[in-house]
């Protein structure tokens, strides 16, 4: 009550300063009032645009949901402005007057206030603050207030950042809670990925236990003739029904878990922002959307995060604009509603998710998984370590310390353990390096006539599908259908500097002999490309062959002994390949671009300075961050490699806990 008394005195303040400040707001009759009168207008004023705040804005925001997550986003301020001018109308002394653009003005200011005296005031009691977290995620089931005594977990996904770049932020000081962890409270792992080194299939082998079959972020199947990409709700949804059908349980997420702005849910109860779900009918156990009606239903937070959103577009277009005056190399183009995208990922969807993972906390569930994009998606079109990414960074620890902080205030203690998915490579594209993209290279080689005007091949970022399944638009089913004109010339897609050829007129998966008969120049014009470094082929004579430049053919089962073309790819690239060569949908030519081992560079086939997806550099080192409570995630002298590995570890770290024993038996609505 205390705490509402101020909020209101202070949006009474703030009122009286705006209407002296601006022009077309005014608060007394033309003639004049007394200080006293004036003083009781605004009073009316602000109580009742605070009330209306409280009781139409959640109705407003759960009827909006009807439209597009990020359209609400945008109309923020005009609900919010409307919201003023009928607490004015209504105010008995008819002294209240504001022009409507004016309104939009004075109540985005208002609730700024308004929820900077409330956060500030909520802290020092911390009743109110677990109030105000338990309205802010709208939970109406869970633990309660007195949840158990056993510790809960949270999964914090930093999406694409890499070991190396996670200690270099550390270094500079940009990450001060990272930093803090790192002197004593946490250890620090790197682990390696698959061949596949990209959300899709890590976090599927994270939070479901398999990966198997998922050889690149986007592939063609021959058997059901359609492409599967990662962050298409349906595709999604298949992955995560193969995944669970071939362990047998729910996934991580299984006993009391929450999901938040993933590709898949894991097998928890309370999902949000989960694209698995994306394309299903909303209820009780599909809410992806509901995240944006548990944030956005408290105008302040609308406001706060509209206007952020608006300085990052600009943010963008300033740092955009810089490299091209000053001619920065490698670059990429990033106009169009690339802004729009790089503003949702780093601020919408942050604020939101960040604010379930703290709801999740207070309602004690035992175990939360969240992926916050940020970082990934402008590393994408910056590069990974621009300086565009070090303030991501810097936000992002932000967000780190406020879910710390809220830990603090839970009604069981929880231990944070941070992860990456991957990393990324920094580089040119192979498009702008050699003037054609990949699927030029293989329709010359096929000799085949190559397009003049070649079409752009779009970026695989997660950022585009979450903005997509906010649109309620399909994900890569409208312009970009990957198909063939003809059904004998090939599918080629791009997954980052992985690049998979498809001849879909072939049932099965076509052996070297059989393309070499077809098109006899093709493997030796893409093996001895200067921008490849290496193939996969099926061979009839040796299984699996790696082919490299100036003839080199090294079967699959030799590779200990002579790594080959591989050799300039580390350790653990030949075993990344045969497991990948085993996969019913491993394409029939698997391209992985060059890799300069010096400088970490490669070149993606998608329009990308910073990529992942294949091997080569950065992108297959991310890192584990663990409390050193939990036992180690690999015995001294050993490494951690593959996301399977590391869901078997998260795993052991919930049994510790002395929580519900997981993964539970799948369940129908977890399976679909």
Not at 226 to 238: D, G, H, K, Q
Not at 396 to 423: F, K, T, W
């Amino acid at each position: 009550m205390g705490r509402s008394v101020a909020v209101w005195a202070v949006s009474t303040v703030t009122m009286l300063v705006l209407a002296g400040i601006l022009p077309d707001f005014q608060i007394q009759s033309p003639s004049g009032d007394s200080a006293t009168r004036i003083a009781v207008t605004a009073a009316f004023a602000a109580g009742a645009f605070g009330l209306l705040s409280a009781l139409v804005w959640p109705l407003l925001v759960r009827l909006l949901l009807l439209v597009p997550a990020l359209v609400l986003g945008l109309l923020v301020f005009v609900l919010n402005g409307s919201l003023l001018l009928i607490a004015l109308r209504i105010n008995p002394s008819g002294r209240g007057e504001v022009a409507p653009e004016t309104a939009v003005v004075v109540a985005a200011v208002m609730s700024a206030v308004a929820s900077a005296t409330g956060g500030a005031l909520a802290v020092r009691d911390d009743d109110a603050y677990r109030r105000r977290l338990y309205r802010l995620a709208d939970r109406r089931s869970g633990p309660g207030p007195t949840g158990p005594s056993s510790p809960g977990t949270v999964f914090l996904q930093l999406d694409g950042v890499g070991h190396d770049v996670l200690l270099a932020a550390v270094g500079k000081g940009l990450m001060p809670t990272v930093a803090g962890w790192l002197e004593g409270s946490h250890r620090l792992t790197p682990w390696r990925t698959d061949w596949s080194s990209q959300t899709g299939a890590s976090q599927l082998g994270i939070l479901h236990g398999s990966n198997f079959d998922v050889p690149a972020f986007r592939w063609y199947e021959k058997d059901t003739r359609e492409v599967m990409v990662c962050n298409r709700p349906t595709s999604a949804a298949e992955l995560q029904r193969r995944a669970v059908e071939r362990t047998g349980d729910g996934g991580l997420l299984s006993a009391d878990g929450a999901s938040r702005g993933n590709l898949f849910s894991g097998g928890a109860d309370e999902q949000a922002l989960v694209l698995s779900i994306a394309t299903r009918r909303r209820g009780r156990e599909n809410r992806s959307r509901a995240g944006y009606f548990a944030y956005f239903s408290d105008p302040a937070n609308a406001v706060r995060t509209a206007m952020s959103f608006v300085a990052e577009v600009g943010r963008e277009i300033g740092q955009s604009t810089r490299t091209r005056v000053c001619k920065q190399r490698p670059r990429v183009k990033r106009g169009g509603l690339y802004p729009f995208i790089r503003a949702f990922a780093t601020v919408v969807e942050r604020d939101v998710v960040v604010a379930a993972v703290m709801g999740d906390m207070f309602a004690g569930r035992t175990s939360v998984y969240a992926d916050l994009v940020a970082y990934d998606e402008v590393a994408h079109h910056s590069g990974p370590r621009s300086r565009d990414t070090e303030k991501v960074l810097a936000r992002l620890d932000r967000s780190l310390a406020l879910i710390q902080n809220a830990s603090e205030h839970a009604p069981r203690p929880y231990r944070i353990v941070l992860l990456s998915d991957h990393g990324q490579s920094p580089g040119e594209t192979f498009r702008s390096r050699y003037g054609l993209g990949l699927g030029e290279l293989v329709r010359a080689g096929c000799g085949l006539p190559v397009p003049r005007k070649a079409q752009r091949t779009h970026s695989g970022a997660e950022a585009r599908a979450a903005v997509r399944a906010a649109l309620r638009r399909p994900v890569e089913e409208g312009g970009e259908q990957h198909r063939p004109s003809r059904r004998s010339e090939p599918i080629v897609l791009a997954s980052g500097n992985l690049g998979l050829i498809s001849f879909p007129d072939v049932p099965h998966r076509m052996s070297k002999e059989e393309i070499d008969a077809r098109h006899p120049a093709l493997l030796t014009t893409l093996a001895n490309h200067p921008g490849i470094g290496f193939l996969l082929v099926r061979s009839e004579e040796h299984g699996g062959v790696v082919l490299g430049a100036y003839g080199a053919e090294i079967p699959l089962d030799r590779l200990d002994g002579d790594p080959g073309p591989l050799g300039a790819f580390g350790a653990g690239a030949a075993d990344a390949v045969r497991r990948t060569h085993g996969f019913p949908h491993t394409a029939d030519i698997m391209v992985n671009s060059a890799h300069d081992p010096a400088d970490g560079e490669v070149l993606a086939f998608e329009e990308q300075i910073g990529s992942h997806g294949g091997l080569g550099g950065a992108q297959g080192r991310p890192f584990l961050l663990s409390p050193v409570a939990f036992s180690p995630p690999v015995q001294e002298g050993c490494e951690l490699v593959g996301a399977e590995s590391v869901h078997r570890v998260l795993l052991r770290w919930l049994r510790e806990t002395d929580g519900p024993q997981v993964p539970l038996p799948a369940r129908e609505d977890r399976a679909a």
